[in-house]
């Protein structure tokens, strides 16, 4: 069960706080066969999974960090192992600098079967203000891996608890990078296994 409306009203200060989840987009299993799904494609999805379907953002946010660590580190070892058999390893070009053009690009090759991606509130949600000219990398080193560090630290290591769970702050804080974080792992997604993601073939996003 998924509650998809909060409003909370503060008797004493007479506040409120109201947070919405959109309900999933229903859609219809594609027919015939798809593509054999490899154990590697199962562990990464498999975390996706627990990521959407968490009711807390904080669980959510670092399900999508570990994903993005662990594309990393796999690229890493198989650039390695190209290395160790003298062939050049693989070149990524995912990494483009972030406008409304770009994300709209983007949106239009992983989410191939919605064919209306430009609508204002959908940039705003997923193009922070900060995030605007930036490059995932940068992102990842100025905000989000600081967010995680802060995160995990304080619920999984011996650390100073900085962020509070029902805290409105804290959690808008960790939601309004959400979106920008769900699209990055599914760039992700599509660039490494793009037949068992579902796109038929990867495309650099640079290209597009």
């Known amino acids: 069960m998924n509650v998809e409306t909060i409003q909370v009203s503060d008797l004493t200060t007479h506040t409120e706080s109201l947070r919405v989840l959109h309900p999933y987009l229903e859609m219809k299993p594609a027919g015939?066969?798809?593509?054999?799904?490899?154990?590697?494609?199962?562990?990464?999805?498999?975390?996706?999974?627990?990521?959407?379907?968490?009711?807390?953002?904080?669980?959510r946010f670092l399900c999508f960090y570990k994903i993005i660590e662990s594309f990393y580190l796999r690229r890493s070892k198989l650039a390695a192992?190209?290395?160790?058999?003298?062939?050049?390893?693989?070149?990524?070009?995912?990494?483009?600098?972030?406008?409304?053009?770009?994300?709209?690009?983007?949106?239009?090759?992983?989410?191939?079967?919605?064919?209306?991606?430009?609508d204002d509130i959908i940039m705003r949600q997923?193009?922070?203000?900060?995030?605007?000219?930036?490059?995932?990398?940068?992102?990842?080193q100025?905000?989000?891996?600081?967010?995680?560090?802060?995160?995990?630290?304080?619920?999984?290591?011996?650390?100073?608890?900085?962020?509070?769970?029902?805290?409105?702050?804290?959690?808008?804080?960790?939601?309004?990078?959400?979106p920008l974080l769900r699209i990055w792992v599914r760039v992700l997604f599509a660039t490494e296994f793009p037949a068992e993601f579902g796109i038929g073939k990867s495309v650099p996003v640079s290209s597009i």
């Open 81 to 118: 192992e190209a290395k160790s058999r003298g062939d050049k390893p693989r070149v990524y070009t995912e990494d483009v600098p972030l406008s409304k053009d770009a994300v709209t690009g983007i949106l239009l090759w992983i989410y191939p079967w919605r064919q209306i991606l430009d």
């Open 32 to 59: 015939g066969v798809g593509a054999l799904l490899s154990d590697e494609y199962c562990h990464f999805a498999s975390v996706y999974r627990e990521a959407m379907n968490a009711t807390s953002v904080f669980y």
């Open 126 to 140: 997923i193009l922070p203000d900060e995030a605007i000219g930036k490059r995932f990398k940068t992102l990842r």
């Open 142 to 178: 100025q905000i989000l891996e600081p967010m995680k560090n802060t995160i995990a630290h304080g619920l999984m290591r011996s650390g100073e608890i900085k962020t509070v769970s029902d805290r409105l702050e804290d959690i808008e804080n960790v939601s309004r990078w959400l």
